[in-house]
């Protein structure tokens, strides 16, 4: 019995720890990378680094349309 709680007892530990620290009150994208280009005519797109939080926040500030869309001069493309 002893040997099953030193065992449980960490791996419950780390599943709730986790749970709390990847927990967010925003939704978050399920995949992908933040994609930019320089102006609305320019057919080059290239990836940014920023995560989706960033990214949206970007496009607000920017474009203020759908961010998944492939508008304007910042979305999120789910395909990369």
Not at 14 to 20: A, T
Not at 48 to 68: A, E, I, K, T, W
């Amino acid at each position: 019995m002893k040997k099953i709680f030193l065992f449980a007892v960490p791996v419950f530990m780390s599943f709730f720890l986790s749970i709390f620290l990847f927990v967010d009150n925003q939704p978050i994208a399920g995949g992908g990378c933040c994609k930019q280009r320089p102006n609305i005519s320019s057919p080059h797109w290239y990836e940014n680094g920023l995560n989706f939080r960033q990214c949206r926040d970007l496009n607000r500030q920017r474009d203020n349309d759908d961010v998944y869309r492939r508008s304007g001069t910042i979305w999120w493309d789910e395909n990369c």
